[in-house]
């Protein structure tokens, strides 16, 4: 049987750090009144990283992108796929994966994105990992990549103190051994009000709002019961259950969803990969950022089975169960 399996990993966070106290001045110009005690205690988040106005999610991709391959030991013409996740793309059209394909020099291969909002990372995963199985690749770049500052409303602070900019990407090669496991992905439609941005580009317009809008309370009630579903389907799928996870890595949206998801699955929080205190919420490139993180780092070791879980607008959710 033919499998596929991640060969390796990299990210990229663009060099703007913002503490909370540094958001905090400057939301307090604008009149806005927030503070870390309250963005730490509902949030965990105590950084994030925000893009120049010049920097797009194909240039953090990039980043993350030749990260992966110089770790993979992958040239850019080897790659016959890109799939990047993101909801922040470059342009109306095309792809953010075009435009990336072109500036790393993998050109020719086929290149699209995927939009599932948080969930676009387990979402691409998938997609090249059954195009891997079936044949039609070998050897994928699988990237998520976002600038959510760009769509950010800064006079909401109900939002605005959540998100931040980066990206992350593995190199996901076909192999006689798994690899990838299983992987179980969802959408609800009917909850799209709950986290959107309405705004559309018509007449040489934006007609709607183009801001980020969320019913924080709604997203927090199902995303750790979509989560814990999810991953119990995907182990189910490959015949594991909870204890043999060595490390859960979810989408970091919010400490609490984490800790909620982590004690549904009877997981201590040690063996939950937290990157959301330093990055935000950056969805679709939040878990390749913090997979690359605990690579690097030395928490996540060859041979070892992580489960990524992602979930955002859509509502979309979706896991991947993986041997690194
Ligand atoms: N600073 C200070 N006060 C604030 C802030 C802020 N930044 N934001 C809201 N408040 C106030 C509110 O005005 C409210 O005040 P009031 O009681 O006087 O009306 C109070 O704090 C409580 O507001 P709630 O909305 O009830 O706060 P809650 O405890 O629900 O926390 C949060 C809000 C953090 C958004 C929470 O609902 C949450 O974590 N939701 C999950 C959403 C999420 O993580 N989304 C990420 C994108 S989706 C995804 O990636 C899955």
Known sequence: ?????????????????????????????????????????????????????EVGSSDLGLEAARNALEAAGVQPQDIDLIIVATSTPDMVFPSTACILQNKLGANGCPAFDVQAVCSGFVYALSVADAMIQSGAASRALVVGAEVFSRILDFNDRTTCVLFGDGAGAVVLEASDTPGILSSDLHADGKHVGILCVP????????????????????????????????AHAALAKAGL??????????????????????????????????????????????IPLALDH?????????????????????????AVLLKM
């Open 199 to 230: 705004g559309n580009v018509s007449g040489g317009q934006v007609l709607g709002d183009p801001l980020l809008k969320m019913d924080g309370q709604a997203v927090f009630k199902l995303a750790v019961g979509v989560l814990e579903k999810a």
């Open 241 to 286: 259950t909870e204890s043999d996870i060595d490390w859960l890595i979810p989408h970091q949206a919010n400490i609490r969803i984490m800790q909620g998801t982590a004690r549904k699955l009877k997981l201590s929080m040690d063996k939950v990969v937290v990157t959301v205190d330093q990055h935000g919420n950056t969805s679709a490139a939040s």
């Open 1 to 53: 049987r033919r499998y596929s399996r991640i060969t390796g990993t990299g990210s990229s966070l663009p060099p703007r750090r913002l503490t909370n106290a540094d958001l905090v001045a400057e939301l307090a110009q604008r009149g806005i009144e927030t503070s870390d005690e309250w963005i730490v205690e509902r949030t965990g988040i105590r950084a994030r990283h925000f893009a120049d106005p």
């Open 294 to 318: 605990a690579v690097r780092n030395g928490q996540v070791k060859p041979g070892q089975t992580v489960l990524l879980e992602g979930v955002g607008g859509g509502f979309t959710w979706g």
